[in-house]
């Protein structure tokens, strides 16, 4: 079966765009629509790890699947682990299609979300969002534990994710390992003291909360072969020294690390989410750095002082989607009333694109093959 | 005629109306009143032949419509274009949210800050984070024949859970924490 990526890729490009990546190769693809991030990553040996989901404007089907099906692989048994980094709806779009599809992969999410409160969450506020037509964490996650609850699935030990916790390892010569960096044990226990009111809106109609708190994010370190990554998720720098990437670098788990060559930068590129420090303690100078877009803002992210403050630290930053946002459609008789009633108005989804990054892992040292496809850019 | 056959009769009658289907293309055309006018003396004359009386009849003036026949009913609405909008943000004058396109959902959503003063002042009170609005444009045709633009926003008012739900829900979870004790 036929993917639809291929549609995304420009005819120069195509030379190489569906060929499968070889066993001794780590692959880090990064799909990021506009509104929606997922990370897709071969650890060696047809091992895939999945990091949350996202769908591109048009596809019934997750990013992760109908690129692997472009591939000409079954992503029935090649996906190993899906891990949901938090629970935004831009990250968790079509992850339920994923595990179903999917049915030997484990999913991992935020410890910070662990026990029975979190469900109860979940499934009530699925259940008042029934008659909305856009689709939302809670009908996301709904929709997983629906499919376990029917199946009698039970879920893994690795199933939360907390600092210094091995989500994966095999892959490549099984030496590829992929451990969560966050959230730290001080997040978690916070968090469990109002999770309602964290992840929650206040009034009677509840709803997920779309943009804080990041903290309970899940940060990963990948490492096959010689090559590591950090993958930085939506963590965010809140400043406190227990929380966020301040606990990321203060970490007992750190002293061991070495600096990786390639970063998904953190959310979107947010200044909130920037740390000098991670550049300067987690990374190899200049790494290969990608950023999704985030347009569901007025000014969507990242800004044009994000791009200059992160290409001051690296000049091989890639973007999945560039420019973030387009124009609305044209519509005669509707304009008008439109821009009368409203401050600014764009559309959300721009045109598909994703960043490639491959590595040879029977080098010492691998230099990384970056690809463009699509409305991927390097900034 | 027996009272039965009467009865049937206007039983046959009453079949024979039909709803009458507007053209969609139609709908600012005005309507003319199919009603029948009103009964003349003229009618009645010639029911008079049945009857017994010898007196006769005097003519009368035709009883003049008000309207001249045109039929003046409500406002008509055609929706052009309409959005589900899930708030993302309430902001001091304005509210960000996401459009969806419910006219045709192979369209791309949208982010739009939408004026504060678009919405009633009772949809003002329930707007705030994750509440869903739905957005209306199209024209309005006037009794008069006049055709203005239409926009209406209207806040959903979501359910709130019945009892017999939030204990579904209850054993649900119960189930899945069990699931993951397994392990």
């Given at each position: 079966m036929q993917g639809k990526f291929?549609?995304?890729?420009?005819?120069?490009?195509?030379?190489?765009?569906?060929?499968?990546?070889?066993?001794?190769?780590?692959?880090?693809t990064v799909f990021g629509p506009g509104a929606g991030e997922c990370l897709l990553i071969h650890l060696g040996n047809g091992d895939w790890f999945c990091v949350d989901s996202c769908k591109y404007q048009g596809s019934t089907s997750p990013a992760a699947i109908e690129y692997l099906m472009d591939l000409r692989i079954d992503p029935t048994n090649a996906i190993k682990r899906v891990l949901a980094t938090h629970w935004h709806d831009d990250h968790v779009r079509g992850l339920s299609e994923i595990l179903r599809v999917c049915p030997e992969a484990k999913l991992a999410i935020s410890s910070a979300l662990a026990g029975d409160q979190f469900f109860q969450i979940v499934l009530e506020v699925a259940e008042q969002r029934k008659l909305v037509s856009g689709t939302s964490t809670a009908t996301e996650f709904a929709e997983i534990l629906e499919y376990w609850d029917q199946i009698g699935k039970t879920i893994g030990p690795d199933f939360y994710a907390i600092d210094g916790l091995p989500l994966f390892e095999g892959g490549f010569q099984d030496t590829?390992?992929?451990?969560?960096?966050?959230?730290?044990?001080?997040?978690?226990?916070?968090?469990?003291?109002?999770?309602?009111?964290?992840?929650?809106?206040?009034?009677?109609?509840?709803?997920?909360?779309?943009?804080?708190?990041n903290d309970l994010?899940?940060?990963?370190?990948?490492?096959?072969?010689?090559?590591?990554?950090l993958l930085g998720a939506d963590l965010e720098n809140n400043g406190a020294g227990n929380f966020g990437w301040n606990a990321v670098l203060l970490s007992d788990h750190r002293h061991t690390l070495h600096k990786a060559d390639a970063f998904k930068v953190a959310h979107h590129g947010s200044?909130?989410?920037?740390?000098?420090?991670?550049?300067?303690?987690?990374?190899?100078?200049?790494?290969?750095?990608?950023?999704t877009p985030y347009s569901k803002l007025a000014s969507p992210l990242p800004t044009d002082s994000d791009v200059s403050r992160i290409k001051g630290r690296t000049t091989q930053l890639y973007c999945t989607t560039w420019p973030q946002k387009s124009k609305p459609l044209r519509r005669q008789g509707v304009d008008g009333i439109v821009a009368m009633a409203t401050k600014s108005r764009h559309t959300i989804a721009g045109k598909r694109g994703f960043v490639r990054i491959r590595f040879d892992l029977r080098e010492l040292s691998p230099v990384p093959n970056v690809e463009l496809f699509g409305a991927a850019v390097q900034l | 005629m027996s009272v039965l056959d009467t009865l049937t009769s206007q039983t046959a009658s009453d079949r024979n109306l039909t709803t009458k289907r507007l053209d969609p293309d139609?709908?600012?055309?005005?309507?003319?009143?199919?009603?029948?006018?009103?009964?003349?003396?003229?009618?009645?004359?010639v029911n008079a032949d049945d009857t017994d009386s010898v007196e006769p009849k005097r003519w009368k003036p035709p009883v003049r419509r008000s309207n001249?026949?045109?039929?003046?009913?409500?406002?008509?609405?055609?929706?052009?274009?309409?959005?589900?909008?899930?708030?993302?943000?309430?902001?001091?004058?304005?509210?960000?949210?996401?459009?969806?396109?419910?006219t045709d959902e192979s369209n791309p959503s949208e982010f739009a800050e939408v004026y504060k003063t678009e919405f009633s002042e009772f949809d003002r009170q329930l707007l705030q984070e994750g509440s869903v609005f739905y957005w209306s444009v199209g024209q309005i045709r006037k009794p008069t024949g006049q055709i203005r633009r239409h926009s209406e926003i209207r806040v959903r008012r979501m359910p709130a859970l019945t009892r017999t739900k939030e204990a579904e829900i209850a054993r649900k979870v119960q189930r899945l924490g069990k699931l993951i004790q397994a392990q």
């Amino acid at each position: 079966m036929q993917g639809k990526f291929s549609d995304s890729v420009s005819s120069s490009r195509r030379n190489n765009w569906s060929v499968a990546p070889k066993d001794h190769e780590l692959e880090l693809t990064v799909f990021g629509p506009g509104a929606g991030e997922c990370l897709l990553i071969h650890l060696g040996n047809g091992d895939w790890f999945c990091v949350d989901s996202c769908k591109y404007q048009g596809s019934t089907s997750p990013a992760a699947i109908e690129y692997l099906m472009d591939l000409r692989i079954d992503p029935t048994n090649a996906i190993k682990r899906v891990l949901a980094t938090h629970w935004h709806d831009d990250h968790v779009r079509g992850l339920s299609e994923i595990l179903r599809v999917c049915p030997e992969a484990k999913l991992a999410i935020s410890s910070a979300l662990a026990g029975d409160q979190f469900f109860q969450i979940v499934l009530e506020v699925a259940e008042q969002r029934k008659l909305v037509s856009g689709t939302s964490t809670a009908t996301e996650f709904a929709e997983i534990l629906e499919y376990w609850d029917q199946i009698g699935k039970t879920i893994g030990p690795d199933f939360y994710a907390i600092d210094g916790l091995p989500l994966f390892e095999g892959g490549f010569q099984d030496t590829s390992r992929v451990v969560a960096l966050s959230p730290s044990p001080d997040t978690v226990t916070h968090s469990k003291t109002d999770l309602v009111s964290r992840l929650l809106t206040s009034s009677a109609t509840r709803s997920f909360k779309r943009f804080r708190p990041n903290d309970l994010s899940v940060a990963v370190r990948v490492e096959a072969g010689s090559v590591k990554l950090l993958l930085g998720a939506d963590l965010e720098n809140n400043g406190a020294g227990n929380f966020g990437w301040n606990a990321v670098l203060l970490s007992d788990h750190r002293h061991t690390l070495h600096k990786a060559d390639a970063f998904k930068v953190a959310h979107h590129g947010s200044s909130n989410a920037d740390h000098e420090q991670v550049w300067a303690s987690l990374l190899q100078p200049n790494p290969v750095a990608v950023v999704t877009p985030y347009s569901k803002l007025a000014s969507p992210l990242p800004t044009d002082s994000d791009v200059s403050r992160i290409k001051g630290r690296t000049t091989q930053l890639y973007c999945t989607t560039w420019p973030q946002k387009s124009k609305p459609l044209r519509r005669q008789g509707v304009d008008g009333i439109v821009a009368m009633a409203t401050k600014s108005r764009h559309t959300i989804a721009g045109k598909r694109g994703f960043v490639r990054i491959r590595f040879d892992l029977r080098e010492l040292s691998p230099v990384p093959n970056v690809e463009l496809f699509g409305a991927a850019v390097q900034l | 005629m027996s009272v039965l056959d009467t009865l049937t009769s206007q039983t046959a009658s009453d079949r024979n109306l039909t709803t009458k289907r507007l053209d969609p293309d139609d709908w600012f055309k005005p309507t003319l009143d199919e009603q029948p006018a009103n009964r003349t003396d003229r009618d009645n004359a010639v029911n008079a032949d049945d009857t017994d009386s010898v007196e006769p009849k005097r003519w009368k003036p035709p009883v003049r419509r008000s309207n001249l026949g045109i039929k003046l009913d409500g406002d008509r609405v055609k929706i052009e274009q309409q959005w589900e909008c899930i708030v993302l943000d309430v902001g001091d004058g304005v509210v960000s949210c996401e459009m969806l396109d419910l006219t045709d959902e192979s369209n791309p959503s949208e982010f739009a800050e939408v004026y504060k003063t678009e919405f009633s002042e009772f949809d003002r009170q329930l707007l705030q984070e994750g509440s869903v609005f739905y957005w209306s444009v199209g024209q309005i045709r006037k009794p008069t024949g006049q055709i203005r633009r239409h926009s209406e926003i209207r806040v959903r008012r979501m359910p709130a859970l019945t009892r017999t739900k939030e204990a579904e829900i209850a054993r649900k979870v119960q189930r899945l924490g069990k699931l993951i004790q397994a392990q």
